[in-house]
C-alpha cells in the first residue's frame, strides 16, 4: 500500500503565477518530509525538506507547507518560471523505519510562458 | 553540491547478459540506496546499506545483488537480464534525512 500520495499526475500554470503542489501521507510515524524536482533522464535534485516539528519551510521561491493533523503537505513555487517545469516528487521518512524513503508518483508541472 | 555518480547513463543489452551499474559517491556518507524508476510512478526502494558489508533488500522484489566493500561505492549487478528489468536505475546517498541522487542509468534490455 502506497504510503505517500500524490494525486495530481499533472499541473499547468501561467508564468508568474503560483503553482501549488500536493502530496498525502498515511503513516504517522513519518517525521521528515521532502521535495524532489526531476527532469527526463536525470536523476532527482532536493529541492526543499522539513521537519515534523515546523509547518513551515521557506527558501527563496519555494516554500513547504505541512499539516500533520491532516497529513498534508504541499509546495509553493511563487513566481512560477518555465525553468521549473519538471516532475517533482514528495518522499518521507523517519529514523524509526531505518531511514528509508518513501516516495509519491510525482506531479509533473508546466509553466506555460 | 552532490557528489554521486552512476555508470553508464544509458545501456542497450541482450537478454541473459550481467550487467554492472556503477555508482560511487564521495561525501563519506554511510546510507547508500538503490531505486528503479518507471515513468508515472513512485521510485522503488530495491537495496539499500547502512555502511561497509551492510546490504539490505528494499520493498520491490528485484533479481539484483548489490555490495559495499568500499563505503564510497556501491554497485549493483544483474546476473541474467530479462526485458522486465527496462528501467531507470537510480542511486542514492545519505547522511541523516537528505538524500542526494544521482544521474541514473536508463537500461534497455532487448
Known amino acids: 500500500d502506497q504510503q505517500v500520495k500524490q494525486n495530481s499526475p499533472s499541473l499547468s500554470v501561467q508564468k508568474g503565477r503560483i503553482s501549488i503542489l500536493n502530496c498525502d501521507y498515511t503513516n504517522s510515524m513519518f517525521d521528515y518530509f521532502l521535495w524532489y524536482k526531476k527532469y527526463p533522464a536525470e536523476g532527482p535534485t532536493f529541492l526543499i525538506s522539513?521537519?515534523?516539528?515546523?509547518d513551515k519551510n521557506e527558501d527563496g521561491r519555494f516554500t513547504v507547507f505541512l499539516n500533520k493533523s491532516a497529513k498534508h503537505l504541499s509546495l509553493h513555487i511563487v513566481p512560477s518560471q518555465p525553468g521549473d517545469s519538471a516532475v517533482y516528487f514528495c518522499a518521507a521518512s523517519t529514523a524509526e523505519i531505518g531511514n528509508q524513503f518513501y516516495f509519491g508518483t510525482g506531479t509533473s508541472l508546466t509553466v506555460i510562458p | 553540491e552532490a557528489d554521486i555518480y552512476q555508470t553508464p547513463r544509458y545501456l542497450v543489452i541482450g537478454t541473459g547478459k550481467k550487467i554492472t551499474l556503477e555508482c560511487s559517491q564521495t561525501?563519506?556518507?554511510?546510507?547508500m540506496y538503490w531505486y528503479q524508476q518507471d515513468p508515472g510512478m513512485e521510485l522503488h526502494l530495491i537495496h539499500y546499506?547502512?555502511?561497509?558489508?551492510?546490504?539490505e533488500k528494499g520493498d520491490l522484489s528485484s533479481e539484483s545483488t548489490v555490495s559495499r566493500i568500499r563505503t564510497e561505492h556501491f554497485p549493483l549487478t544483474l546476473e541474467s537480464a530479462r526485458p522486465s528489468h527496462t528501467s531507470q536505475y537510480l542511486c542514492a546517498s545519505s547522511l541523516v534525512y537528505e538524500q542526494y541522487f544521482g544521474p541514473g542509468t536508463r537500461l534497455t534490455v532487448t
Open positions: 561525501m563519506g556518507h554511510d546510507k
Open positions: 546499506s547502512y555502511g561497509v558489508n551492510s546490504t
Open positions: 522539513i521537519s515534523s516539528i515546523k
